[in-house]
């Protein structure tokens, strides 16, 4: 009996979750990073906004520099206040402002095509530039809707993830070393991915690092790609538990 009602309730959240609406994340808001006049919504590049300009003979470049990422137009979040954090603001978004570093450097790195060479010098005329900033970053839910850190496991906890999903912003321009001319800007919004079960669900950005991994290789996909191809977006779905 026991065993028939546990298997009742696991079917009916199953269902709950199936019937719950998978969120978009919207535009990204302008943050004061970048200029965002030209960028449009471009459905053959992997971010919600773009702009390339014409012209570039991108075959020219062979390395790419990293900067370190921009922190200081990141939207101000009410919901980091909650559940006693306030003092570690400040060390979360320097964490994940490495770690976005960090992460496009590798994905360059790791790149099969080997396409470009990380640099740390962008005084030359064959060096990209690449500024990012992080504009938007809110906490898991899942954590600040577990009162007093009880935790929520597997499909429970996505039925109260999926409610209210928690959103990490990004924008990015890539630059001529020599001349500092902007040739590509781009913006994206995301929102921590639909899962089952999930352990980035039960730390505070997991899901944010998650995504930034995805844009790293996004952006390698966009400068690899060959004129008139599709890069496509990012899957709003992950069914892996790591």
Not at 52 to 62: A, F
Not at 103 to 127: C, E, G, L
Not at 183 to 208: C, H, M
Request: glycine share 6%; charged share 25%; proline share 5%.
């Amino acid at each position: 009996m026991k065993l028939k009602n546990a298997m009742a309730s696991i079917l009916s959240l199953v269902l709950m979750v199936n019937f719950l609406p998978v969120c978009a994340a919207a535009d990204p808001k302008p943050s004061g990073f970048m200029d965002q006049s030209g960028m449009t919504i471009r459905g053959d590049l992997p971010f919600e906004m773009g702009w390339i300009k014409p012209g570039v003979n991108w075959q020219k470049y062979t390395k790419i520099v990293i900067a370190p990422v921009d922190t200081k137009h990141l939207l101000k979040s009410n919901e980091w206040q909650e559940m006693g954090r306030t003092g570690e603001i400040q060390r979360d978004i320097k964490k994940l402002a490495m770690y976005t570093r960090g992460a496009f450097s590798n994905a360059f790195i790791t790149d099969p095509k080997k396409r470009f060479k990380i640099s740390y010098s962008a005084k030359s005329a064959d060096t990209l530039l690449v500024e990012m900033a992080l504009t938007e970053l809110t906490p898991n839910k899942v954590l600040l809707k577990a009162a007093g850190y009880v935790p929520l496991y597997g499909l429970a906890a996505t039925a109260v993830n999926q409610t209210n999903p928690s959103y990490v912003s990004i924008e990015i321009r890539l630059k001529d070393g020599k001349t500092g001319e902007i040739l590509a800007k781009f913006a994206d919004r995301k929102n921590e991915p639909f899962t089952l079960v999930n352990i980035d669900q039960f730390s505070w950005y997991g899901f944010a690092e998650k995504r930034v991994d995805e844009w790293s290789v996004k952006l390698v996909e966009t400068l690899n790609r060959k004129p008139g191809t599709v890069v496509s977006k990012s899957s709003n779905f992950d069914l892996k538990p790591w």
